[in-house]
C-alpha cells in the first residue's frame, strides 16, 4: 500500500472535508443534468417504452423536443412503410390535449386543468402498447371512456382510481393507476385509440402524428432505418428509437434557459468544491508537515514528496467520487418516491467522475507550496 493512501486511511478525519465538499458538488450539478434528462425522458417515456424499433417523423425533425410542429406526417406515408419487407407493425403515435375537470364529492376541491393527452392501441402485443403495461392495466383501458393517469398527478387532478371526471365534454372513468410516468408541465392522461374516437379527438385532417414501427428482426433496426430513408424521397425520416432518444436529450440540453442554469450550476459546484478541497488539503498537509520533514532528514527528494501530495488528491478525488455515488442514488430513490423524473445516463456519470477527481488533484497541485516548510531543521526545535 503506498504512503499517500495509508496517509488517507489512518487520517480520513482529516481529509473529510475535502471529500464531502467533493461529493456534494458533484450531487449538486448531476442533480440539475438528471432533472432536464428527467424531464425529456418523462415526455418521451410512452414512446421509449413501446415495442416500436423505428420512429418515423417529419423530413425536418430533429427531435421530438421543441419539433416545432415539424414531426407530423401526411397519412399517405403510413402505407408506404408497410412495403418494406422487414416490418412488422405501424401505429401512429396519436396525441391532443383538452381539458379537464373533475367531479369532486363532499369536502373536495373542484379542479379545472388542461391535460395533455396519448393514445395506445390496447390490441395484445399492439407497437403504442408500451411494453411496462400490466395487463391490468389494458383491459381497463380497453373499456369504453377509460382513462389512465400516473400516480404522481391525481392530487393535481383531484380524482383517485374508480373517480368520474369531464374531459372534452365527456364524462370518463379512471381506471388505472400509472407508475414511472410522471407529467413535466401539465398533467398527462392516456387512452385507448377506441375512446380517442368516441371523445371526439380523433385528427381530421390529412396529416397525422409519428409512426412508430415494429420490426420483425429488431437487430435489422439501423438497415431498415437506411432503406426506408433511401425511399422518403424527402417525405418523412426514419430514426431508430435509440437514435432519437439521444436526439430528444441533445435538444433539452440545447435549451437556452437550461444551458444557464447548468453553466451556473457546474461554475458554482466546481468553484465551491475547489475551494473548500484546496483549503482542506492544505491544512491537512501542514498538519503533517513533521512528517514529510522527517521524510526529507531521511532523503527523500522534494520531487517524492509533491507526488506523494498528487498521490493523496487523487485518491481524495476516488472517494468523493463514491461518496457522490452515494448521495446521487439517495436523491434518485427520493425523487422517484416523490413522482419527480431524473436520468444519470452512464456517460454523463462518467464525464462527472472525472471533472471530480481532476478537481481533487487540481487542488492537491495548488497545495504543493506548503510542502516548502518542511524543513528537516525544524526537528530540532
Do not use: C
Not at 37 to 52: E, H, N, P, V
Not at 148 to 169: C, F, H, I, W, Y
Not at 283 to 297: C, V, Y
Not at 336 to 356: E, S
Amino acid at each position: 500500500m503506498s504512503l499517500a493512501l495509508s496517509t488517507l486511511i489512518y487520517e480520513w478525519r482529516r481529509y473529510m472535508a475535502a471529500i464531502i465538499a467533493l461529493a456534494l458538488s458533484g450531487l449538486l450539478v448531476m442533480a440539475f443534468i438528471g432533472l432536464f434528462l428527467g424531464i425529456g425522458k418523462a415526455i418521451t417515456a410512452t414512446i421509449d417504452r413501446s415495442r416500436a424499433d423505428i420512429m418515423v417523423l417529419g423530413p425536418k425533425s430533429e427531435s421530438l423536443i421543441n419539433s416545432g410542429g415539424n414531426s407530423g406526417l401526411p397519412k399517405r406515408i403510413k402505407p408506404l412503410i408497410y412495403l418494406n419487407p422487414g416490418v412488422k407493425a405501424v401505429g401512429e403515435l396519436g396525441g391532443d390535449g383538452a381539458m379537464w375537470s373533475n367531479r369532486p364529492g363532499p369536502n373536495m376541491k373542484r379542479t379545472g386543468t388542461f391535460v395533455q393527452i396519448w393514445v395506445v392501441s390496447t390490441t395484445p402485443g399492439a407497437v403504442t402498447l408500451p411494453v411496462d403495461y400490466p395487463e391490468a392495466t389494458r383491459l381497463a383501458l380497453s373499456e369504453p371512456y377509460a382513462v389512465a393517469v400516473d400516480e404522481s398527478v391525481l392530487p393535481q387532478l383531484g380524482v383517485k382510481l374508480g373517480d368520474t371526471a369531464t374531459m372534452n365534454r365527456r364524462s370518463v372513468t379512471v381506471r388505472a393507476i400509472l407508475h414511472g410516468y410522471p407529467s413535466v408541465t401539465q398533467p398527462t392522461v392516456v387512452i385507448s385509440d377506441q375512446t380517442e374516437e368516441l371523445l371526439d379527438l380523433q385528427s381530421k385532417g390529412q396529416r397525422g402524428g409519428p409512426l412508430m414501427v415494429q420490426l420483425y428482426h429488431p437487430e435489422m433496426a439501423e438497415q431498415v432505418r437506411d432503406q426506408l430513408n433511401a425511399i422518403s424521397d424527402g417525405k418523412y425520416r426514419a430514426w431508430t428509437r435509440a437514435e432519437l432518444s439521444k436526439a430528444n436529450e441533445s435538444a433539452i440540453m440545447k435549451e437556452q434557459i437550461i444551458g444557464v442554469i447548468l453553466f451556473f450550476a457546474v461554475s458554482v459546484g466546481s468553484a465551491v468544491g475547489m475551494g473548500i478541497t484546496w483549503q482542506t488539503l492544505r491544512g491537512a498537509i501542514f498538519a503533517n508537515i513533521k512528517e514529510f520533514a522527517s521524510l526529507r532528514a531521511l532523503g527523500v527528494s522534494m520531487g517524492s514528496l509533491r507526488l506523494v501530495v498528487m498521490e493523496l488528491s487523487f485518491w481524495v478525488g476516488v472517494v468523493g467520487v463514491a461518496v457522490a455515488g452515494l448521495f446521487i442514488w439517495g436523491v434518485d430513490a427520493l425523487a422517484h418516491a416523490g413522482g419527480l423524473p431524473l436520468d444519470f445516463p452512464i456517460p454523463v456519470m462518467a464525464v462527472g467522475a472525472v471533472v471530480l477527481i481532476a478537481i481533487a488533484v487540481l487542488s492537491g497541485f495548488l497545495s504543493l507550496g506548503v510542502l516548502k516548510q518542511s524543513q528537516p531543521a525544524d526537528l530540532l526545535r
